[in-house]
């Protein structure tokens, strides 16, 4: 069992910055993975990033470039800072983990993106 809190959400203006922290109750080091997850109303779930218990990142082609993924091992907490945000962007963002077996998600944290 992993339980995943989030955190950071909030207003942000068209290309400001924010950062988004998932904490878990564990070692992140024995998980899978870990990324984030988002979906906008109307719209369906859509990944964003993830990061592998190697370090490996992977990104959707609609934040490459803008959005980073990074964990902080000894705080057992992930990170999605997300820099250049657009309107569309819009979303709850959700934190998940896969620990070999199942998936794990955050309650998720609401980002507005507008000016």
């Known amino acids: 069992q992993v339980q995943l809190v989030e955190s950071g959400g909030g207003l942000v203006q068209p290309g400001g910055s924010l950062r988004l922290s998932c904490e878990a109750s564990?070692?992140?080091?024995?998980?899978?993975?870990m990324g984030w997850n988002r979906q906008a109303p109307g719209k369906a779930r859509e990944l964003v990033a993830t990061i592998t218990g190697g370090g490996e990142t992977n990104y959707a082609d609609s934040v490459k470039g803008r959005f980073t993924v990074s964990r902080e091992i000894a705080k057992n907490t992930v990170h999605l800072q997300m820099n250049s945000p657009k309107p569309e962007d819009t979303a709850v963002y959700y934190c998940?983990?896969?620990?070999?077996?199942?998936?794990?998600w955050g309650q998720g944290t609401q980002v507005t993106v507008s000016s």
């Open positions: 564990r070692s992140i080091l024995s998980l899978r993975t």
């Open positions: 998940g983990a896969y620990d070999g077996y199942r998936d794990y």
